[in-house]
């Protein structure tokens, strides 16, 4: 197999130093590597694959080579620099939010429209990581009984936050006061995601709904969310009513989800059996469980999904985006 040339933009927070995890386990081919994070981390070394590399400063010309950018350095970055690493050669996968919703940039959960890159720009956008471990079980149902319409209410985890956010939560258990959160967030749930709109609902939440219809190719789909910040370190939680054109049948709901690829179905909650975050944490399946027939509308199921959403929602998605590429590139 061809070996390739890499460079991790943000290498030096929660979720770079998950690409480069992630990155070995997955054995991708890599023949180069090349880190890049803020000035402040300049001159830090990271390990990979055994071997040392110091932390780089993003310039111009620094992607001429690179054959997969890989990002995760927030959206000011990716808006400047994700644009200089394609315009120099580099397929970009974008970790923020600032290309997900551009036309000409894919939007990609690899096991559902990894063709859609194929005729778009060279940045290809990694989805928010309550959509990603959604449209999984989504996509699973709606190829069996047609999804109509679906209401999302997330449970996230503290890392959604990064570093800040796993700080003020170890803060706050350690009984000082909280600094990052509007509440301590060790004592409570946050009904507040990003910043609030007029309509009432915050960005987090409307990221939910618009992802979900362009990855699943369903503009018209009818989407709302609630998304709220639980006093959880790692995999956040999703219960999804999702209502179906056609009669809906709980054993091949569950025959559904479990044949499809990277979900996990825990489902026998007379005995415990479900999803939890401990569970999810440190791997990148997305389990499915406490699926049962919607009591307040026809043709209806509710199910809850957890995944790391450090892992699964954000860094394995985009190695796994790149290493499918790979392997069509070397079919």
């Known amino acids: 197999m061809k070996s390739y040339n ?156 990064g570093k800040k956010g796993l700080d003020d939560l170890a803060r706050c258990e350690r009984g000082e006061k909280n600094q990052f959160y509007p509440y301590d967030i060790s004592k409570t749930c946050i009904p507040e995601i990003d910043i609030f709109y007029d309509d009432g609902y915050s960005k987090e939440e409307m990221k939910m709904v618009n992802e979900t219809r362009k990855i699943l190719h369903r503009p018209d789909l009818k989407i709302s969310a609630t998304c709220i910040r639980v006093p959880v370190p790692v995999a956040h939680g999703v219960v999804m009513q999702a209502e179906f054109k056609k009669p809906v049948d709980v054993i091949k709901a569950r025959i559904a989800l479990a044949n499809y690829e990277d979900i996990k179905v825990l489902d026998d909650p007379k005995n415990h059996i479900y999803p939890v975050s401990t569970i999810a944490a440190g791997n990148d399946y997305v389990y499915v469980g406490r699926i049962r027939k919607d009591l307040a509308v026809d043709n209806g199921l509710l199910l809850y999904s957890v995944a790391d959403n450090v892992r699964k929602g954000a860094a394995s998605n985009a190695v796994q985006i790149v290493k499918k590429i790979i392997a069509e590139w070397e079919h």
């Open 6 to 161: 890499f460079a991790v933009v943000g290498a030096t927070g929660l979720v770079g130093r998950t690409f480069l995890k992630v990155m070995e386990e997955y054995h991708l081919p890599v023949k180069s590597l090349r880190l890049f994070a803020s000035a402040k981390s300049l001159g830090v070394k990271l390990t990979y694959a055994g071997k040392e590399y110091e932390v780089e400063e993003l310039k111009e010309g620094c992607f001429v080579g690179t054959d997969f950018a890989l990002f995760s350095a927030g959206a000011s970055v990716s808006k400047i620099w994700a644009k200089v690493a394609s315009d120099e050669g580099a397929l970009v996968v974008d970790n923020s939010s600032q290309w997900r919703m551009e036309e000409d940039c894919a939007l990609i959960v690899p096991e559902i429209n990894i063709d859609d890159y194929k005729d778009k720009s060279r940045i290809i956008a990694n989805p928010n990581c309550s959509t990603i471990q959604s449209v999984l079980p989504l996509k699973a149902l709606d190829e069996a009984f047609g999804l109509k319409k679906v209401t999302f209410t997330t449970y996230q985890a503290v890392s959604g936050s």
